[in-house]
T-cell receptor, first 109, second 114 residues
Framework: GIQVEQSPPDLILQEGANSTLRCNFS?????LQWFHQNPWGQLINLFY???GTKQNGRLSATTVATERYSLLYISSSQTTDSGVYFC???????????FGPGTRLSVLP | SAVISQKPSRDICQRGTSLTIQCQVD?????MFWYRQQPGQSLTLIATANQGSEATYESGFVIDKFPISRPNLTFSTLTVSNMSPEDSSIYLCSVWQAGRTEAFFGQGTRLTVV
């Protein structure tokens, strides 16, 4: 089945810093999402981005489908950005989302 | 987007007992899934809940341990049976409409087995 990798596994930032999170996947996909899991365990949809670039406030994402990777950019980070960021792709059968291992972000005041 | 209500949000249970988690969606959806997230880990798919028929389980998960019901297109339950401390996890319900774009998740159920 499709494999999803994320880097870095952990990231510690000072408030106001910028960061880039990466997601690599082993096969072509037509559905890719980024999620933020808050400290209470809830998964928040950030982006649906199988290709191209999107921006939402301080966050933006780019997927280069031909090279099988996606990037999530966080600018001017805030303490509320802390949590785990997951990349998920639809499997080869188009029925189930496969999650990467996540990047745990800690933003310090 | 779909609005998903998952209950309970958390529970502490005695080993050997069972807990049923409910997932209610505000609209009819094609696909409903149940995931487990063990402490510090990513999400792992338990099963796909099929409306009106038996769920489709992933490798390593069996119906006797995780019975699932889906009586209609807006509701599903997951039961964690004969619990042990190793079952302590977050359990999440997810929905996806075939042909649409995004998957959505419930708030999760944080289960602790003592």
């Amino acid at each position: 089945g499709i494999q999803v990798e994320q880097s870095p596994p952990d990231l510690i930032l000072q408030e106001g810093a910028n960061s880039t999170l990466r997601c690599n996947f082993s096969d072509s996909v037509n559905n890719l999402q980024w999620f933020h899991q808050n400290p209470w365990g809830q998964l928040i949809n950030l982006f649906y981005i199988p290709s191209g670039t999107k921006q939402n406030g301080r966050l933006s994402a780019t997927t280069v489908a031909t090279e099988r990777y996606s990037l999530l950019y966080i600018s001017s980070s805030q303490t509320t950005d802390s949590g785990v960021y997951f990349c998920a792709v639809l499997d080869n059968y188009g029925q189930n989302f496969v999650f990467g291992p996540g990047t745990r972000l800690s933003v310090l005041p | 987007s779909a609005v998903i209500s998952q209950k309970p949000s958390r529970d502490i249970c005695q080993r050997g007992t069972s807990l049923t988690i409910q997932c209610q969606v505000d609209s009819q959806v094609t696909m409903m899934f149940w995931y487990r997230q063990q402490p510090g880990q990513s999400l792992t798919l338990i099963a796909t809940a099929n409306q009106g028929s038996e769920a489709t389980y992933e490798s390593g998960f069996v119906i006797d341990k995780f019975p699932i019901s889906r009586p209609n297109l807006t509701f599903s339950t997951l039961t964690v049976s004969n619990m042990s401390p190793e079952d302590s996890s977050i359990y999440l319900c997810s929905v996806w409409q075939a042909g649409r774009t995004e998957a959505f998740f419930g708030q999760g159920t944080r289960l602790t087995v003592v």
